[in-house]
């Protein structure tokens, strides 16, 4: 089971770099700035923890945008391990419906969060938001559960 986890986790390492090189290219394509949402979510939570971030205002909005990409990382290493042990434990879709199904549970993890915590409503989002959000996604899916297929043991 360990073992498992810790291949998905790696998947989920290398999901999380395709994740963010497509949204990458896609800002500087368009030239778009990068989402605050993540920043957001932070701080809400933060908030409601009763221990908000501190800090001059530039001393804040750099700890958040740390804390905010730290977050994303932790939520698709998270996904590929939980991926990782549902393999372990011998869920083997084919690799278009593990990639969707990997790349959608990253998506609903973080969408989630901000939805849950009114930082964000993608019920608001436009067209070009939800492609957007959903191409990284889809890229994050096929990495991580290519990743973990060929790291099968022999």
């Not at 901000?114 to 889809?138: E, F, K, N, Q, Y």
């Amino acid at each position: 089971m360990l073992s498992g986890i810790l291949r998905g986790a790696a998947a989920g390492a290398a999901g999380t770099t395709a994740l963010d090189a497509v949204t990458y290219a896609d800002m500087a394509g368009r030239a778009r700035p990068a989402s605050e949402t993540p920043q957001r979510t932070i701080a809400t939570i933060a908030r409601r923890i009763g221990r908000p971030v501190e800090g001059d205002s530039d001393t804040r909005a750099n700890r958040l945008t740390g804390l905010g990409a730290l977050s994303g990382i932790a939520t698709g290493v998270g996904v590929g391990a939980a991926f990782g042990a549902l393999r372990g434990i011998g869920l083997r879709p084919p690799i278009w419906a593990g990639s969707l199904l990997v790349g959608a549970a990253a998506m609903i993890a973080a969408n989630g969060a901000m939805a849950g915590l009114r930082v964000s409503d993608p019920r608001t989002w436009s067209t070009a938001d939800w492609i957007a959000d959903i191409v990284p996604h889809i890229a994050y899916g096929f990495t991580t559960y290519a990743a973990l297929a060929t790291m099968d043991p022999k």
